[in-house]
Protein backbone atom coordinates (compact mmCIF):
# COMPACT_ATOMS: atom_id res chain seq x y z
CA UNK A 1 0.00 0.00 0.00
CA UNK A 2 1.00 3.69 -0.94
CA UNK A 3 1.73 5.56 2.27
CA UNK A 4 1.52 9.58 1.34
CA UNK A 5 4.82 11.44 0.66
CA UNK A 6 3.76 14.99 2.01
CA UNK A 7 6.93 14.21 4.69
CA UNK A 8 9.03 14.84 1.45
CA UNK A 9 8.86 18.06 1.36
CA UNK A 10 8.66 19.39 5.23
CA UNK A 11 11.79 20.80 6.40
CA UNK A 12 13.58 18.15 8.58
CA UNK A 13 16.69 16.75 10.40
CA UNK A 14 16.62 12.93 9.17
CA UNK A 15 19.21 11.00 11.42
CA UNK A 16 21.02 8.21 9.83
CA UNK A 17 20.77 5.24 11.67
CA UNK A 18 24.04 4.15 10.36
CA UNK A 19 25.60 6.46 12.93
CA UNK A 20 23.44 5.04 15.86
CA UNK A 21 24.60 2.94 18.64
CA UNK A 22 23.95 -0.72 17.62
CA UNK A 23 24.52 -2.19 20.65
CA UNK A 24 21.04 -0.49 21.77
CA UNK A 25 19.30 0.28 18.29
CA UNK A 26 15.97 0.48 18.71
CA UNK A 27 16.27 2.34 21.89
CA UNK A 28 18.05 5.04 19.71
CA UNK A 29 15.59 5.14 17.32
CA UNK A 30 12.62 5.31 19.63
CA UNK A 31 14.80 8.48 21.91
CA UNK A 32 14.89 10.01 18.17
CA UNK A 33 11.48 9.84 18.22
CA UNK A 34 10.38 10.79 21.14
CA UNK A 35 13.02 13.85 20.59
CA UNK A 36 10.67 14.68 17.60
CA UNK A 37 12.37 13.16 14.77
CA UNK A 38 10.01 11.50 11.69
CA UNK A 39 12.09 10.76 8.97
CA UNK A 40 15.11 8.42 9.41
CA UNK A 41 17.90 7.69 6.89
CA UNK A 42 19.33 4.34 6.07
CA UNK A 43 22.30 3.56 4.37
CA UNK A 44 22.72 0.77 2.41
CA UNK A 45 26.27 -0.20 1.38
CA UNK A 46 27.72 -3.15 -0.46
CA UNK A 47 31.43 -3.28 -0.22
CA UNK A 48 31.38 -3.20 -4.31
CA UNK A 49 29.69 0.66 -4.93
CA UNK A 50 31.70 1.77 -1.92
CA UNK A 51 34.07 0.30 0.41
CA UNK A 52 32.15 -0.78 3.08
CA UNK A 53 29.09 -3.22 3.97
CA UNK A 54 26.61 -2.08 6.47
CA UNK A 55 22.69 -3.62 6.40
CA UNK A 56 20.08 -4.73 4.67
CA UNK A 57 16.17 -5.25 5.10
CA UNK A 58 16.35 -6.59 8.42
CA UNK A 59 17.38 -3.32 9.47
CA UNK A 60 14.55 -1.57 8.13
CA UNK A 61 11.91 -4.32 9.14
CA UNK A 62 13.36 -3.85 12.64
CA UNK A 63 12.02 -0.35 13.31
CA UNK A 64 9.70 0.12 10.98
CA UNK A 65 6.50 -0.41 13.27
CA UNK A 66 7.56 1.66 15.53
CA UNK A 67 8.91 4.48 13.39
CA UNK A 68 5.04 4.51 11.37
CA UNK A 69 2.99 4.16 13.90
CA UNK A 70 5.02 7.33 15.40
CA UNK A 71 3.82 8.80 11.83
CA UNK A 72 7.45 8.83 10.42
CA UNK A 73 9.37 7.22 7.54
CA UNK A 74 12.58 5.46 6.68
CA UNK A 75 14.05 6.80 3.60
CA UNK A 76 16.51 3.70 2.07
CA UNK A 77 20.16 5.26 0.80
CA UNK A 78 20.90 2.66 -1.67
CA UNK A 79 25.32 2.95 -2.17
CA UNK A 80 25.11 -0.19 -4.32
CA UNK A 81 25.72 -1.84 -7.47
CA UNK A 82 22.54 -2.60 -9.41
CA UNK A 83 20.12 -1.76 -6.77
CA UNK A 84 17.29 -2.40 -8.63
CA UNK A 85 18.02 -5.71 -7.35
CA UNK A 86 16.49 -4.67 -4.15
CA UNK A 87 13.18 -2.86 -4.71
CA UNK A 88 10.65 -5.49 -3.75
CA UNK A 89 12.63 -6.61 -0.80
CA UNK A 90 12.61 -3.11 0.64
CA UNK A 91 9.19 -2.11 0.08
CA UNK A 92 8.05 -5.20 1.91
CA UNK A 93 10.63 -4.56 4.56
CA UNK A 94 8.61 -1.25 4.86
CA UNK A 95 11.04 1.19 3.48
CA UNK A 96 9.00 4.54 2.33
CA UNK A 97 11.68 5.75 -0.08
CA UNK A 98 14.48 4.16 -2.30
CA UNK A 99 16.88 6.51 -3.41
CA UNK A 100 19.79 5.32 -6.35
CA UNK A 101 22.54 6.19 -7.44
CA UNK A 102 22.92 7.13 -11.25
CA UNK A 103 26.28 5.69 -11.41
CA UNK A 104 24.92 2.66 -10.05
CA UNK A 105 21.96 1.20 -12.60
CA UNK A 106 20.92 1.54 -16.17
CA UNK A 107 17.50 2.11 -17.18
CA UNK A 108 16.98 5.19 -14.68
CA UNK A 109 13.65 6.06 -16.10
CA UNK A 110 12.81 2.03 -15.51
CA UNK A 111 13.82 1.27 -11.92
CA UNK A 112 12.29 4.82 -10.78
CA UNK A 113 9.00 4.33 -12.09
CA UNK A 114 9.13 0.97 -10.72
CA UNK A 115 10.06 2.21 -7.25
CA UNK A 116 7.05 4.04 -7.38
CA UNK A 117 5.10 1.35 -8.84
CA UNK A 118 6.34 -1.29 -5.40
CA UNK A 119 5.08 1.69 -2.88
CA UNK A 120 8.03 3.55 -2.11
CA UNK A 121 8.86 7.19 -2.99
CA UNK A 122 11.89 7.19 -5.59
CA UNK A 123 14.75 9.03 -5.23
CA UNK A 124 17.81 9.79 -7.10
CA UNK A 125 21.43 10.72 -6.04
CA UNK A 126 24.82 11.44 -7.23
CA UNK A 127 28.59 11.22 -6.85
CA UNK A 128 30.42 14.45 -5.57
CA UNK A 129 32.31 14.25 -8.71
CA UNK A 130 29.66 13.24 -11.04
CA UNK A 131 27.74 16.51 -12.98
CA UNK A 132 24.46 17.39 -11.46
CA UNK A 133 23.85 17.57 -15.11
CA UNK A 134 23.53 13.89 -15.33
CA UNK A 135 20.33 13.67 -13.56
CA UNK A 136 18.62 16.68 -16.28
CA UNK A 137 16.79 13.49 -17.79
CA UNK A 138 15.40 11.80 -14.82
CA UNK A 139 15.08 14.45 -12.33
CA UNK A 140 11.32 14.96 -13.29
CA UNK A 141 10.39 11.13 -11.71
CA UNK A 142 11.86 11.31 -8.61
CA UNK A 143 9.97 12.13 -5.48
CA UNK A 144 13.21 13.08 -3.93
CA UNK A 145 16.88 14.71 -5.45
CA UNK A 146 20.13 13.87 -2.96
CA UNK A 147 23.03 15.84 -3.12
CA UNK A 148 25.90 13.43 -1.63
CA UNK A 149 28.14 16.16 0.10
CA UNK A 150 31.11 13.96 0.76
CA UNK A 151 32.25 11.00 -0.89
CA UNK A 152 30.04 7.65 -0.32
CA UNK A 153 31.50 4.89 1.66
CA UNK A 154 34.53 6.69 3.71
CA UNK A 155 33.51 7.24 7.78
CA UNK A 156 35.13 11.06 8.92
CA UNK A 157 34.93 12.90 5.40
CA UNK A 158 34.75 16.87 5.84
CA UNK A 159 31.70 18.30 4.13
CA UNK A 160 32.50 19.38 0.43
CA UNK A 161 31.72 22.71 -0.44
CA UNK A 162 31.00 22.91 -3.37
CA UNK A 163 27.99 20.90 -2.65
CA UNK A 164 26.05 24.55 -1.79
CA UNK A 165 26.12 24.93 -5.73
CA UNK A 166 25.51 21.52 -6.09
CA UNK A 167 22.06 21.50 -3.81
CA UNK A 168 21.38 25.00 -5.31
CA UNK A 169 21.58 23.06 -9.10
CA UNK A 170 19.34 20.24 -7.43
CA UNK A 171 16.49 22.60 -6.46
CA UNK A 172 16.31 24.47 -9.80
CA UNK A 173 15.92 20.33 -11.24
CA UNK A 174 13.19 19.42 -8.86
CA UNK A 175 9.85 19.28 -9.43
CA UNK A 176 6.55 20.40 -7.64
CA UNK A 177 6.30 18.47 -4.92
CA UNK A 178 9.48 16.69 -4.91
CA UNK A 179 12.52 17.54 -2.16
CA UNK A 180 15.69 18.14 -2.10
CA UNK A 181 18.08 16.26 0.74
CA UNK A 182 21.74 17.10 1.85
CA UNK A 183 23.92 14.30 3.09
CA UNK A 184 27.40 13.91 4.90
CA UNK A 185 29.09 16.20 6.97
CA UNK A 186 25.86 17.83 7.66
CA UNK A 187 26.32 19.27 11.13
CA UNK A 188 26.03 22.84 13.19
CA UNK A 189 28.78 24.68 11.07
CA UNK A 190 27.14 23.57 7.67
CA UNK A 191 23.42 23.05 7.75
CA UNK A 192 22.53 26.49 7.81
CA UNK A 193 24.04 27.18 4.48
CA UNK A 194 22.55 24.10 3.11
CA UNK A 195 19.03 25.27 4.52
CA UNK A 196 19.78 28.50 2.64
CA UNK A 197 20.90 26.94 -0.92
CA UNK A 198 17.19 24.92 -0.82
CA UNK A 199 17.80 21.60 0.84
CA UNK A 200 14.25 20.80 2.73
CA UNK A 201 15.64 17.49 4.43
CA UNK A 202 19.20 16.92 6.14
CA UNK A 203 20.87 13.57 7.34
CA UNK A 204 23.18 13.87 9.89
CA UNK A 205 24.64 10.91 11.60
CA UNK A 206 27.53 11.47 14.00
CA UNK A 207 26.36 15.08 14.69
CA UNK A 208 23.81 13.85 16.10
CA UNK A 209 24.64 10.18 17.28
CA UNK A 210 27.71 10.42 18.41
CA UNK A 211 26.83 13.62 20.63
CA UNK A 212 26.71 13.44 24.40
CA UNK A 213 23.02 13.97 24.16
CA UNK A 214 21.19 13.06 20.81
CA UNK A 215 18.25 14.43 21.30
CA UNK A 216 19.51 18.02 22.63
CA UNK A 217 21.73 17.59 19.45
CA UNK A 218 19.24 16.56 16.88
CA UNK A 219 17.44 19.85 18.40
CA UNK A 220 20.20 22.48 17.90
CA UNK A 221 19.82 21.35 14.08
CA UNK A 222 16.00 21.89 13.60
CA UNK A 223 16.61 25.18 15.68
CA UNK A 224 19.41 26.22 12.88
CA UNK A 225 17.18 25.03 9.95
CA UNK A 226 14.28 26.99 11.50
CA UNK A 227 16.64 30.57 11.87
CA UNK A 228 18.37 29.98 8.62
CA UNK A 229 15.14 29.34 6.46
CA UNK A 230 13.39 31.88 8.51
CA UNK A 231 15.86 34.35 7.02
CA UNK A 232 15.46 32.87 3.43
CA UNK A 233 11.75 33.70 3.63
CA UNK A 234 12.24 37.36 4.67
Known amino acids: MERSRAWLTEIQVCPSILAADFGAFRASVRDLLDAGARTFHVDVMDGHFVPVITFGTGVVAAVADEVHDAGGALAVHMMVERPERFVDDYAKAGADAFTVHVEATPHLHYWLDRIREAGMAPGVTLNPGTPVAQLDAVAHLADNLLCMSVNPGWGGQAFIPASIERIAALRALARDGAGVEVDGGVGPDTIEACARAGANRFTAGSAIF?????????????ERVRAATARVAT
Open 210 to 222: AAPDPAAAYHDLV
